[in-house]
């Protein structure tokens, strides 16, 4: 084998390392400088690759804790990332009305907050599919709760279609939507089947429901209690 590895090195490719010629645990190992050097000057990229790498095998093995990638960043880049679906949401405002998912009100567009439907401490996220706009003083009240499931998600999903429908009738907002790409759109499915062209809203609020559940049932599961809308005054 040692000899079969040293031709490969010497014919076909320069390989990492080769063995050398001592048997068993004093066999020797002799790293190629150039791949040496290409390492040290990679070690970033690397290491990010190999973290990558351990996120994406705990993710699949830990499919009740969404965003684990979030959650084992430094908590510089846990920092809240909402100006652009801000922004983005205030362009809806200047061309329609948006009901208030738990007032039934329209949005008082001097007295709001973007917040998570599924609370950001279980999520650790911000991408635009779990945000929403609020009333800012029952923000506080909410937290760190989930709303009912039944009636709220219908009027949130119908408020993500609104901003779903303005984005490609509207080229101005269309570039609100492609700013909060960085920040606010990673998920695949978000990418690849939620926001894409030519959706109706039965559509529409069928994909975002279908991913949004099973984050929602593993959140109660884990003990989030529900928010009762009803006790806030």
């Avoid at 010629?21 to 150039?34: G, I, R, T």
């Avoid at 007032?103 to 929403?132: A, C, R």
Wanted: net charge neutral; proline share 6%; with cysteine.
């Amino acid at each position: 084998m040692t000899a079969y590895i040293k031709k490969v090195n010497q014919m076909i490719v320069s390989l990492p390392y080769i063995l050398g010629d001592s048997s068993k645990l004093k066999k020797e190992v002799y790293f190629n400088p150039d791949w040496v050097l290409m390492i040290q000057d990679n070690t970033v990229n690397i290491l990010g690759w190999i973290q990558y790498e351990k996120v994406k095998w705990l993710q699949n093995n830990n499919p009740e804790v969404p965003g684990l990638v979030y959650k084992l960043a430094p908590m510089d880049e846990k920092i809240r990332k909402l100006p652009h679906v801000r922004k983005l949401w205030e362009g809806i405002f200047d061309v329609c009305e948006v009901k208030d998912v738990f007032t039934g009100k329209p949005v008082n567009t001097k007295q709001y907050d973007i917040d998570h439907f599924i609370p950001w401490s279980f999520v650790m996220n911000d991408e635009l599919w779990n945000l929403m706009p609020m009333d800012s003083s029952l923000n506080s009240s909410k937290n760190n709760r989930l709303p009912k499931w039944k009636p709220f998600f219908e009027i949130f999903a119908g408020n993500q279609f609104i901003l779903y429908e303005k984005i490609y009738e509207m080229p101005e907002l269309h570039k609100l939507f492609e700013a909060c790409y960085r920040d606010n759109l990673h998920s695949i499915w978000a990418v690849r089947e939620l926001y894409t062209f030519g959706k109706n809203r039965q559509e529409f609020c069928h994909i975002l429901e279908k991913n949004m559940q099973p984050v929602y049932d593993s959140a109660r599961r884990q003990g989030y209690e529900i928010w009762n809308r009803d006790k806030v005054q």
